[in-house]
């Protein structure tokens, strides 16, 4: 049983070697003016193939998604040629890749924006920590209230972005619904006043994933949610009600996955697994990076089918192999992680390189 993240994984969508995902990680390197994605990206993915799947950075689907400095964009030819590339050498090495579709909402600030203010279900500002810009670290500012309309065309936006994805390369799209941006800025009661439907705190989530399945399939879309995560100024005060009506509305769409993030009080995985038929992958988000150990009691326990591990991939792009190995694995470099070049994102060797 102690090797169960190793086995091969099939499902009506997924036909996989290993049950290791490559989380998705920001690594703010794209061209910050035209949010083409960097080309060393092609190095970096394609390194880390040896993933059962590769879930790609968070990238924008509309301009006013984007987050900070260096994040990449599915809205334009540039950027879907840029992505071409990536998608490319990925299935070179025998790899699949999905592509993160991350809309901050209010966790963003005008200076990335071109000027423009934020937008979330409402206007709710964040008061603790400030946030990081070209500019530096700077205040949060209040965001502007959606409309219903640019609420609907948020959603269309996310699947224009998912057609984009396919025209990618991408073998298919998640959804970012998770860590407090602008989707579960709609499913905490914290951030959403709203008294049109999309008051209603699951409607924009499944109104997102009805779209981008209606526009590539839901065998190519996967969703990610972090249930009664504080991160991001979050406040859910019943997140399993919540949780389990979004899981009820979604599960008879048959979509590639689930993506469970379970951090915090709320027990996601062992709420939320009996009411999903489908593929589920987890993730703990804790202050340490998560073990190989932690993974494999999860899968042990019937919890989740797949496991995504994040930070351990910065430094051991072959991390399958080393868990197969039991190979040490390498400490990553803190403060190479967001934006610069190779240097701590593409020159993590190899075992045998290593060796
Ligand atoms: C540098 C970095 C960037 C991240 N960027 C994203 C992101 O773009 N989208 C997302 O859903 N999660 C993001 N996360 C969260 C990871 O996907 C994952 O949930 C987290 O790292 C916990 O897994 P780990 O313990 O294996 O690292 C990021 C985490 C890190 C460390």
Same mark, same amino acid.
């Given at each position: 049983?102690?090797?169960?993240?190793?086995?091969?994984?099939?499902?009506?969508?997924?036909?996989?070697?290993?049950?290791?995902?490559?989380?998705?990680?920001?690594?703010?390197? #794209?061209?910050? =003016?035209? *949010?083409?994605?960097?080309?060393? %990206?092609?190095?970096?993915?394609?390194?880390?193939? @040896? /993933?059962?799947?590769?879930?790609?950075?968070?990238?924008?689907?509309?301009?006013?998604?984007?987050?900070?400095?260096?994040?990449?964009?599915?809205?334009?030819?540039?950027?879907?040629?840029?992505?071409?590339?990536?998608?490319?050498?990925?299935?070179?090495?025998?790899?699949?890749?999905?592509?993160?579709?991350?809309?901050?909402?209010?966790?963003?600030?005008?200076?990335?924006?071109?000027?423009?203010?934020?937008?979330?279900?409402?206007?709710?500002?964040?008061?603790?920590?400030?946030?990081?810009?070209?500019?530096?670290?700077?205040?949060?500012?209040?965001?502007?209230?959606?409309?219903?309309?640019?609420?609907?065309?948020?959603?269309? #936006?996310?699947? =224009?972005? *998912?057609?984009?994805?396919?025209? %990618?390369?991408?073998?298919?799209?998640?959804?970012? @619904? /998770?860590?407090?941006?602008?989707?579960?800025?709609?499913?905490?009661?914290?951030?959403?006043?709203?008294?049109?439907?999309?008051?209603?705190?699951?409607?924009?989530?499944?109104?997102?994933?009805?779209?981008?399945?209606?526009?590539?399939?839901?065998?190519?879309?996967?969703?990610?949610?972090?249930?009664?995560?504080?991160?991001?100024?979050?406040?859910?005060?019943?997140?399993?009600?919540?949780?389990?009506?979004?899981?009820?509305?979604?599960?008879?769409?048959?979509?590639?996955?689930?993506?469970?993030?379970?951090?915090?009080?709320?027990?996601?995985?062992?709420?939320?697994?009996?009411?999903?038929?489908?593929?589920?992958?987890?993730?703990?988000?804790?202050?340490?990076?998560?073990?190989?150990?932690?993974?494999?009691?999860?899968?042990?326990?019937?919890?989740?089918?797949?496991?995504?591990?994040?930070?351990?991939?910065?430094?051991?792009?072959?991390?399958?192999?080393?868990?197969?190995?039991?190979?040490?694995?390498?400490?990553?470099?803190?403060?190479?992680?967001?934006?610069?070049?190779?240097?701590?994102?593409?020159?993590?060797?190899?075992?045998?390189?290593?060796?």
């Amino acid at each position: 049983m102690a090797n169960d993240l190793l086995k091969p994984y099939e499902s009506d969508h997924l036909d996989l070697p290993n049950r290791i995902v490559m989380a998705p990680m920001t690594r703010g390197r #794209a061209d910050d =003016a035209t *949010a083409v994605p960097n080309p060393l %990206a092609r190095d970096y993915y394609a390194q880390r193939a @040896g /993933a059962g799947l590769i879930v790609s950075e968070g990238i924008f689907p509309a301009p006013l998604g984007k987050g900070g400095p260096g994040i990449p964009g599915l809205t334009g030819d540039d950027q879907v040629e840029g992505w071409r590339g990536i998608t490319g050498a990925v299935h070179a090495a025998g790899g699949r890749i999905f592509a993160q579709l991350w809309h901050v909402g209010r966790m963003t600030h005008p200076v990335t924006l071109g000027g423009e203010r934020p937008v979330a279900p409402s206007p709710v500002r964040i008061t603790g920590e400030r946030i990081f810009t070209r500019d530096g670290l700077l205040d949060h500012v209040t965001p502007r209230a959606l409309t219903t309309a640019e609420a609907e065309e948020t959603i269309d #936006a996310f699947a =224009a972005a *998912a057609r984009n994805a396919i025209r %990618a390369g991408f073998d298919g799209v998640e959804v970012h @619904g /998770a860590n407090g941006y602008l989707i579960q800025q709609f499913l905490a009661d914290g951030t959403n006043r709203r008294t049109d439907r999309f008051g209603e705190p699951t409607r924009f989530a499944i109104e997102v994933v009805e779209a981008v399945v209606a526009a590539v399939g839901a065998g190519r879309v996967g969703l990610r949610i972090s249930p009664g995560n504080p991160e991001n100024e979050i406040a859910e005060s019943d997140p399993a009600t919540t949780y389990r009506a979004l899981v009820r509305a979604l599960a008879p769409l048959g979509l590639a996955y689930l993506h469970v993030i379970e951090r915090g009080a709320y027990e996601a995985l062992a709420d939320l697994r009996p009411l999903w038929p489908g593929t589920l992958v987890a993730n703990f988000n804790g202050p340490e990076p998560t073990t190989r150990e932690a993974g494999e009691q999860v899968l042990n326990a019937g919890l989740a089918d797949l496991f995504s591990f994040g930070r351990l991939f910065i430094a051991n792009p072959d991390l399958p192999a080393r868990f197969a190995t039991g190979a040490p694995l390498a400490p990553y470099a803190g403060h190479l992680v967001y934006g610069g070049g190779a240097e701590g994102y593409t020159d993590y060797p190899a075992l045998q390189a290593a060796r």
